[in-house]
């Protein structure tokens, strides 16, 4: 009898001390992540090749309290490690944990290596050869705090290793945690199963294996144990022969159907090769299809849906999880009254979408990732029931997108425009805009006020998405949320993401780069999309200037109308490049076209130059670190002024907007500096915000006329 630890994920530890004690295990004690027990020989190897949870067995050989790399060494250096490995062998060290002094496990690794070979040097034999792949022994240690426990790997590599999958899909499911999330269910075969984004295949392989009675380590070829001094042949001959027999009267018994779904046609195909590789393919029937669409297949009655479906790191920029868990919710509602559901997900948050309450829950690991497996009980519905559950999602809202979208989309296509709002908080209860831009769609979230509860607001925001995708009948991968608030000084240049993803746009014959996901602005206000244009139709030979520029949208249509030059002044290098891009997208190339990176303001005080033409769309207020003071367009509009009219050549023309509410332009200061001023907000208002007549407002500031005496 030796001493043993069992190793599996935090959150386990109970489940697999059940499953040892199934498997004849009498004396189990959980510890972290582990079970601690006695076992013979056949015991010990009845569990590695029977268990479905555990990680790995290791034969504790010594146990010592380790306060330094000093006591790590000497303590291991006091095994007799001939006893456990040749001296031509090989071996591989794993080392798991740190403390105070041992802050790196990779230099604990080296120790106990260290220690082992000098055992073989001192009695004047051959060292044995680190081999990563195949090694002859591999030691194990654990590490925590002071108290180490040092043994023999008797798997020889990790347990979630079944031998079937030699691919998995981008983020595999292990073997081990899957079977886990079947044992919790409490599912063993009774009734039938689903797995309806079931990627390669994993959860209803291993269905199919506990249904089946295949012992999980039948198909590794080689164990830790086999190279051990104690290794009984016959013994194990006779554990994998019973295990091999039982297995081939559970597969002709079996008659439980198990129901493999999944989206991708590439991964069912390795799926399929998978459950051929594990001998299970028989069992499994595998279909392409949306979970979202899901049918109750007629001998589903009060069976298990289980499935670990895809989940971001971040709900908020990823509108693709909230529609599929949400539709996929009210599908299972509809369709599989009586049945049971069970979900793994990182995000409690993607699970709330389901509209289901819990019957159960557990706190599991994927990985190092931490995880919610929750137990649904679907209940019954009478026709009813599911009639109304099918009635159309936020159905107020959908209208309201609906009529809108009807007398958008028309005017937009007569404008020859790809991007435009059809939505901008029309409704208190759903507070989003709305923006089309090409194929994709971005939903603007604005901030919910306090007095409105969390778990409210949420509803509303995932009821909204899909009512979006649903009327507006695009892929819900293709929407983009993002939360606005109020925003101070160049807080709209603050990245969110680092998708990179970019698309392009149209706009009364210029093109324009959006991007869409990485910051809280897409590089195109398109509430200005009439003012730009108005500024192509005045540019024709004027030497232009742009301040604030931001991605330089404005240039471009100045420089497409015909200027003579174009001035291009912004603080933020990220956006002057990308108005460099904008530019060279529409031909507009030369030294005509000047770009400068400079604090606006303070360019303006020390700007020498002449110009025709000027477009001015400032902050409402800023405090950029990169600039001296602060800004307030109400306070400080007329300073801005004193310059602007400084570099404004006699005929010239000011084009100033800005997005105050509310904005009072002062007049008698503009008298003073003889300077006119004519509001144009209600012409530069397009028809997707005729809605909002406080966006932005815009002014036409000329020289006054000087009368003659």
Request: contains cysteine.
């Amino acid at each position: 009898m030796h001493q043993y630890l069992a190793t599996t994920s935090i959150g386990l530890e109970n489940l697999l001390a059940e499953e040892l004690n199934r498997l004849g295990v009498n004396d189990s004690q959980i510890v972290q992540a582990g079970v601690r027990f006695r076992a013979s020989n056949e015991l010990i190897y009845r569990c590695c090749l029977w268990s479905r949870i555990a990680s790995r067995f290791i034969r504790v050989i010594s146990e010592f309290t380790c306060q330094d790399d000093m006591d790590l060494y000497l303590s291991a250096s006091a095994v007799r490690w001939s006893d456990y490995l040749q001296a031509t062998g090989t071996l591989i060290v794993d080392f798991n944990g740190t403390n105070r002094s041992i802050r790196n496990s990779q230099y604990g690794a080296v120790k106990v290596k260290d220690a082992i070979v000098d055992h073989f040097t001192k009695k004047n034999l051959p060292r044995p050869t680190i081999s990563k792949d195949r090694p002859d022994l591999r030691v194990h240690v654990r590490l925590n705090k002071e108290k180490a426990i040092l043994g023999i790997d008797m798997v020889g590599g990790s347990l979630h290793v079944r031998g079937y999958r030699t691919e998995a899909g981008a983020a595999p499911l292990r073997e081990t945690l899957a079977a886990a999330m079947i044992m919790r269910s409490g599912w063993g075969g009774e009734t039938a199963l689903m797995d309806p984004m079931c990627g390669s295949g994993t959860v209803v392989i291993e269905a199919a294996m506990i249904a089946a009675g295949i012992a999980p380590g039948i198909k590794r070829s080689r164990w830790g144990f086999e190279s051990l001094p104690d290794y009984d042949p016959e013994l194990w001959t006779q554990v994998k022969t019973q295990a091999s027999v039982q297995s081939k009267k559970g597969l002709k018994q079996i008659s439980v159907p198990i129901y493999g779904y999944d989206y991708d046609a590439k991964m069912l195909t390795l799926a399929k090769e998978n459950a051929r590789r594990a001998g299970v393919s028989e069992l499994i029937d595998f279909q392409q299809m949306d979970a979202t669409k899901l049918q109750r297949p007629e001998s589903f009655q009060g069976g298990l849906i289980i499935s670990n479906p895809p989940y971001g790191e971040r709900l908020g920029t990823e509108p693709g999880l909230i529609a599929l868990y949400a539709s996929l919710g009210a599908q299972l509602k509809s369709e599989f009254g009586g049945c049971q559901a069970m979900f793994l997900s990182s995000s409690d948050e993607l699970l709330s979408c389901l509209r289901m309450r819990a019957d159960k829950q557990f706190k599991m690991r994927n990985g190092s990732l931490p995880c919610h497996l929750k137990l649904y009980s679907i209940a019954e519905r009478d026709a009813a029931q599911i009639q109304s559950a099918a009635q159309e999602v936020a159905a107020d809202f959908a209208n309201r997108l609906r009529k809108n979208i009807a007398k958008i989309t028309p005017w937009a296509k007569r404008e020859q425009l790809d991007s435009y709002r059809v939505y901008d908080a029309d409704l208190p209860d759903y507070n989003a805009a709305i923006d089309v831009y090409g194929h994709h769609v971005v939903i603007q979230e604005y901030a919910a006020p306090k007095s409105i509860a969390p778990e409210k607001a949420k509803r509303r925001l995932t009821d909204m998405i899909r009512a979006t995708t649903q009327v507006m009948d695009v892929d819900a991968n293709h929407v983009v949320l993002k939360v606005r608030e109020k925003q101070k000084g160049h807080a709209q240049y603050q990245k969110m993401s680092t998708k990179a993803k970019t698309t392009q746009v149209h706009e009364y014959g210029a093109r324009f780069i959006v991007n869409l996901y990485d910051y809280l602005d897409t590089g195109l206000f398109l509430d200005h999309r009439l003012t730009r244009r108005r500024l192509g139709e005045m540019a024709k030979g004027k030497d232009f200037l742009n301040l604030f520029a931001y991605t330089g949208t404005a240039t471009v249509h100045a420089a497409l109308g015909g200027a003579k030059s174009t001035t291009t002044i912004d603080m933020s290098k990220t956006y002057l490049d990308w108005a460099k891009e904008n530019m060279t997208l529409n031909g507009q190339k030369g030294r005509q076209h000047r770009y400068e990176q400079a604090d606006c303001l303070q360019w303006l005080e020390q700007a020498k130059g002449q110009y025709d033409l000027i477009f001015i769309d400032p902050p409402t207020f800023s405090n950029s670190k990169r600039m001296t003071g602060t800004f307030d367009v109400q306070r400080d509009h007329i300073h801005l002024m004193q310059h602007l009219k400084r570099i404004l050549r006699k005929d010239g023309v000011i084009v100033f907007s800005n997005n105050k509410r509310q904005f009072k332009m002062d007049m008698e200061a503009m008298a003073q500096l003889q300077l006119s001023a004519e509001n144009i907000s209600s012409q530069t208002l397009p028809l997707d915000f005729k809605r909002n007549q406080q966006i932005h407002n815009c002014w036409l500031i000329r020289h006054c006329e000087v009368p003659s005496e």
